[in-house]
């Protein structure tokens, strides 16, 4: 059967049926708010089987979801986790009603469930798995279920899943378009060996998390059934097309609320995974009464690396942004998506070609988080929605992988989920940003225990901690960020990789003039003589980044390359170094009040020279007290410095619109400054 992509383009609910809308009339008062709230209460104890089942470190952390859809495959309602895979589990579903439904050879029948992860079947990136499951009712179709989560192997050219040296789409593994694993309640086994042979770098982890997936599903099929006992299969399709309406409704009546326009902002890219190398991805955000249109022309064409994605998973990844801040109070349905569009050239960055590496999507589309809420800023800064107008938790992408034998025996590929969840929010327009908030994907992630960590994974952790400075700047200050180093401990050694991006420069910025956070290089110490120090009981080990760089209290060879590394094998006493980025700022630093800078000096959020040199405050260095006067007068000179720098802006225009980098930096852009394709890129 040829590769059907044409279903990717159905996440908006589907038309309601004379029945639906029927039931849904029937609804008595108080309906809506007690049976909605219980198909939430559903999914939470759906979630908790599925963390408890499950053993990859991410499923701990919550990068899942679970998720209830209508027998046509809108999304009702989802407890995440990740808002990514609310999305995610709509098109496999229609793919299945389309394809296998009527089909003798598979069906769709009581006690299935139907397992897949392949991003050309309305997935992310193979590093995602879905279990889905029909839920019947006295023989009829009235449900479906899903659990998906990410799985940190999928038997991909480098451990971890998401292979930054990929170059198309064979290099990335287990890919499985939506097949039966499970008939008449029981997994089968035969499909369940395939894939932990596939997964062959840790079987064990692959078994497991698929029947957690599978578990979370099957309670979710079982409450429903009890619901439709008591209450009746009409009232449940009521149900769900009243939740389905409800949710377009108030998204509407939102948008409308807001000012009309085109709102634009673009962001740059400096690697590809392969390669360091500039690209660009352009929004144009058009709001007209209740519509939005998000069009992505002007973004850089496709390359030959792995940071691309589908235009069905920017759609996906958008909705991280909007259930976490203009729609962060609305149920999570298809309806969100009725009165928006998507546009994204064919072959560009966002909209790649099948054969393309996808398989770090979530990379790249970390991107699209900034343009979305600079012009959704814009749009809602002077409506009742401005307690809304805040940065985004800082999406620079930066998460590491381990692979090998641990120290028991077993065989385990894993994230190191603590980093990945330590990321800074973005400051607010009338807060700072949270410190070490969490992963952009999944807001409500938890970091693991160091010890947890140590026990399952083989190594030890020379330093997790804040970084000083590590954060966007402005009147109110981005959350702090993260870095952590890592060292083989108890097996001789350990592969490690790390898939991330603003290694040269930030891709985010602050709010309405806040500062970004600064970016941070990949650092590796070989040979080290960190155990040696450890056994002799030594004092000085290095307790943070910059101590490790500037003071070399360890003996070794120090590596400083691009944070976005490929794997590579570490042997003990090798140090493998990872960060992840605070958030941007909001507003003048000049604005910032004095008193908070040095709060910040006190709890080591910032040093003295950020202190006086950016923030512009005087103050005793000994006590911390403000010297008021001084401040405000070393304002005014630093606002003077301003004005003489300054320029008309079609001065400025005209000089800065001859400017043009090397044509060796313009390999992957396209054509500059339009980003138009140069080349053609073969895929083998």
Not at 86 to 109: D, Q
Request: net charge neutral.
């Amino acid at each position: 059967m040829p590769l059907d992509m044409s279903l990717n383009d159905r996440v908006k609910p589907e038309p309601p049926t004379p029945e639906e809308l029927a039931w849904a009339a029937k609804l008595l008062p108080g309906d809506y708010e007690i049976y909605s709230e219980k198909l939430n209460m559903i999914c939470v104890e759906a979630r908790e089987i599925f963390a408890r089942m499950g053993v990859s470190a991410l499923i701990h952390a919550g990068d899942m979801v679970v998720a209830m859809y209508s027998a046509q495959g809108d999304q009702i309602t989802a407890v995440a986790g990740t808002f990514l895979h609310s999305v995610t589990g709509i098109v496999p579903i229609k793919f299945i009603l389309k394809h296998w439904l009527t089909n003798e050879s598979v069906g769709v029948r009581e006690g299935d469930i139907f397992y897949c992860n392949d991003a050309h079947y309305g997935g992310v990136h193979n590093a995602d798995q879905l279990a889905i499951m029909p839920v019947f009712f006295e023989g009829e179709l009235i449900a479906w279920t899903v659990g998906a989560a990410h799985q940190t192997e999928t038997g991909a050219t480098e451990p971890g899943g998401m292979p930054v040296s990929a170059r198309s789409r064979y290099d990335e593994g287990m890919s499985l378009s939506p097949i039966k694993i499970a008939q008449n309640y029981r997994m089968k086994d035969d499909l369940v060996e395939m894939c932990a042979n596939m997964i062959s770098r840790a079987p064990r982890m692959q078994v497991l998390d698929m029947k957690a997936r599978a578990a979370a599903a099957d309670r979710m099929r079982v409450r429903l059934q009890e619901l439709a006992r008591a209450k009746g299969a009409g009232f449940l399709k009521g149900l769900f097309r009243r939740m389905l309406q409800h949710t377009e409704e108030a998204t509407r009546a939102r948008i409308a609320s807001w000012n009309d326009g085109d709102y634009r902002h673009v962001v740059f890219t400096d690697t590809t995974g392969l390669r360091d190398a500039l690209g660009r991805i352009y929004l144009t955000t058009r709001k007209r009464g209740d519509q939005l249109v998000f069009d992505f022309t002007g973004t850089s064409p496709e390359n030959e690396g792995s940071y691309h994605a589908f235009l069905h998973v920017v759609r996906a990844a958008a909705a991280c942004y909007f259930y976490q801040h203009p729609f962060h109070d609305f149920p999570i349905s298809s309806g969100l998506y009725a009165p928006m569009e998507f546009i994204a050239p064919q072959g560009c960055m966002l909209n790649a070609s099948p054969e393309a590496a996808i398989c770090n999507s979530p990379i790249i589309l970390m991107n699209i988080w900034q343009p979305l809420c600079i012009t959704f800023s814009k749009m809602m800064f002077d409506s009742p929605m401005r307690h809304l107008c805040t940065g985004y938790v800082n999406a620079a992408g930066s998460g590491g992988v381990m692979s090998g034998v641990n120290q028991w025996g077993v065989r385990q590929t894993d994230m190191l989920s603590y980093p990945l969840n330590s990321a800074g929010a973005g400051a607010r327009h009338d807060m700072d940003g949270v410190d070490n908030y969490g992963f952009p994907y999944a807001p409500t992630g938890k970091g693991a225990e160091v010890e947890d960590c140590e026990n399952e994974q083989g190594h030890l952790h020379l330093f997790q901690r804040r970084l000083r400075d590590y954060l966007g700047f402005g009147k109110y200050r981005g959350g702090i960020g993260l870095t952590a180093a890592y060292t083989p401990h108890l097996v001789p050694r350990i592969a490690y990789m790390n898939f991330a991006k603003e290694s040269r420069f930030p891709a985010h910025s602050g709010l309405f003039g806040g500062y970004p956070c600064s970016t941070h290089p990949g650092i590796q110490v070989n040979g080290s003589n960190f155990h040696d120090k450890m056994a002799r009981g030594d004092d000085d080990l290095p307790m943070n980044v910059m101590e490790l760089m500037k003071e070399r209290r360890l003996q070794g060879t120090y590596v400083v390359e691009s944070k976005t590394r490929s794997v590579r094998v570490l042997e003990k006493d090798d140090v493998f170094v990872l960060v992840v980025h605070g958030g941007g700022g909001y507003g003048d630093v000049l604005e910032r009040d004095p008193q908070a800078v040095v709060e910040d000096l006190r709890n080591g959020i910032i040093s003295h020279r950020v202190a006086e040199q950016i923030f512009q405050v005087a103050y005793d260095h000994a006590t911390l007290q403000v010297d008021e006067p001084a401040t405000a007068e070393r304002r005014r000179a630093a606002r003077r410095e301003r004005l003489r720098r300054a320029l008309p802006y079609e001065s400025f225009i005209a000089a800065w619109s001859t400017k043009k980098p090397r044509d060796e930096v313009l390999v992957v852009y396209g054509s500059w400054p339009d980003a138009r394709p140069t080349r053609e890129i073969i895929r083998m």
